[in-house]
């Protein structure tokens, strides 16, 4: 069954460092638009980073400067490299995709979602 696999999730100090990954396993990901999402206890889901098929990529402005997406299609995984957290990072993070060229944050616009993979920041 096809699938996206988060991994590398943690707990780390304010100003620490993590990446996230998220493999494709039954996907041929250069196909597809992703995107990171997270969501803390009692918050909306938000969206944090995407990139499309045209390789275009958008943060959210709470993110911008310190989070990098990135996708490596020879290895069918995207990242997310995550420096300067801080506790407002702390959240479930999830990777996203949908087939074809989507470009948005908006969780409605993908199709495909992993479990996620926790990430927890302290103070």
């Known amino acids: 069954q096809a699938q996206l696999v988060e991994s590398g999730g943690g707990s780390v100090q304010a100003g620490g460092s993590l990446r996230l990954s998220c493999a494709g396993s039954?996907?041929?990901?250069?196909?597809?638009?992703m995107a990171w999402f997270r969501q803390a206890p009692g918050n909306e889901r938000e969206g944090v980073a995407c990139?499309?098929?045209?390789?275009?990529?958008m943060y959210a402005d709470s993110v911008k400067g310190r989070f990098t997406i990135s996708k490596d299609n020879a290895k069918n995984t995207l990242y997310l490299q995550m420096d300067s957290l801080q506790p407002e990072d702390t959240a479930m993070y999830y990777c996203a995709a949908r087939s074809g060229y989507y470009y948005s944050l908006s969780g409605r616009m993908y199709n495909r979602w992993g479990q996620g993979t926790q990430v927890t920041v302290s103070s």
């Open positions: 990139v499309d098929n045209f390789d275009r990529i």
């Open positions: 039954g996907y041929i990901l250069s196909g597809y638009s």
